[in-house]
């Protein structure tokens, strides 16, 4: 049995850590107390010191817990799978507005099992992923909500629902999502109050609880085979396909990337390259074709078309150029009329 003086709190509750690690049914108080030489008492406060690291320990059945799911063996890299690895690295640190402990952890960790060339950038990422503002509270809802779908513990979150209000609900975890539309990342679940699939933003999570009941995420369920119609992460809506008309220069563009699985790909004699997709909704797809501006033209359907139009007439309204009218023979008239290349004659 070990012991440890006064002074030597870091090291015990290290100890602990280590004891649970290797005790996967869990360790009662007096059981630890005895391992590390110091009384129940002594030994509580350090169990709730390693909780307070962000530790994921339980109780059950008055037994100390480490949820097994928390540590990965470590691995070797050869430098390909390392450069694989940064690419990833460097992403999460676009996808990331936040600094994350878990994430700058993470990738400290890989950093010390690859080749030195490929850690110094991950060391430098690290930095500037550390340097932004914090958000414990995120850190807090992400970190049990993988820990649930890890363990295929049910959670308790409180939501907005569609009228803003917060209501608590319980969902079985089946995925969790990153989205390059918002920086945002999402948990793809079974909602048991509404008996059905949904995805929520974590963002949008105030609050996060484990529960222990238990569930099975079915042998069937393949994320990438659920998220193959949504343009981005949501799966809601009936199948629409999606018919776009892009011309020069970004027509182009275009034809360099995937945007969909089910993407094909015209092109006529002038270069214009015609785009059709499938999606489950176009409310993901639509902010996408507004960001080509005024080289995109949609051909099907006719209510998406519609609605980039007036879209496009309300942005035009918005960022109107105010020609101010110039007396004795200048341009007057409709401001609005003006910005859109009208012109007056001046009077002779």
Request: proline letters at 7%.
């Amino acid at each position: 049995m070990g012991s440890f003086e006064k002074g030597d709190r870091g090291a015990r509750i290290l100890k602990i850590q280590t004891l649970l690690q290797g005790n996967p049914r869990g360790l009662t108080t007096g059981e630890i107390a005895r391992r590390t030489g110091v009384n129940p008492r002594t030994t509580y406060r350090d169990v709730r010191a390693l909780e307070a690291m962000n530790v994921p320990i339980y109780e059950d059945r008055g037994r100390i817990v480490i949820d097994p799911n928390y540590f990965i063996a470590p691995v070797k890299f050869t430098l390909r799978e390392a450069m694989a690895l940064l690419m990833g690295v460097r992403l999460m640190s676009r996808h990331a507005d936040e600094a994350d402990p878990d994430v700058a952890d993470a990738f400290t960790k890989l950093a010390a099992v690859m080749p030195a060339p490929v850690a110094e950038y991950v060391h430098a990422t690290v930095r500037q992923i550390a340097a932004r503002p914090p958000n414990p509270a995120y850190s807090r809802i992400l970190q049990t909500i993988a820990l649930s779908w890890a363990g295929q513990k049910a959670v308790r979150i409180w939501y907005p629902s569609a009228d803003h209000e917060v209501k608590p609900r319980v969902i079985e975890p089946y995925f969790l999502e990153p989205s390059l539309i918002g920086h945002s990342t999402y948990v793809v679940a079974r909602d048991r109050g509404r008996g059905e699939m949904r995805t929520f933003k974590l963002e949008r999570i105030s609050r996060a609880e484990q529960t222990s009941e238990t569930y099975q995420i079915p042998s069937d369920f393949d994320i990438n085979r659920y998220l193959a119609g949504a343009w981005g992460i949501f799966h809601s809506g009936e199948p629409v396909e999606v018919r776009l008309r892009f011309y020069p220069p970004a027509a182009a563009r275009v034809k360099e990337s995937i945007w969909h699985p089910s993407q094909r790909l015209t092109e006529d004699r002038k270069g214009v390259v015609t785009l059709t997709v499938t999606v489950a909704g176009t409310v993901e797809i639509t902010p996408w074709i507004l960001g080509w501006g005024d080289v995109v033209e949609v051909l099907a359907p006719q209510e998406l078309r519609e609605k980039i139009g007036a879209t496009g007439l309300k942005m035009g309204e918005r960022n109107r150029l105010h020609q101010p009218v110039v007396k004795n023979g200048g341009l007057r008239g409709d401001p609005r009329r003006l910005a859109a290349g009208g012109t007056r004659r001046p009077r002779l």
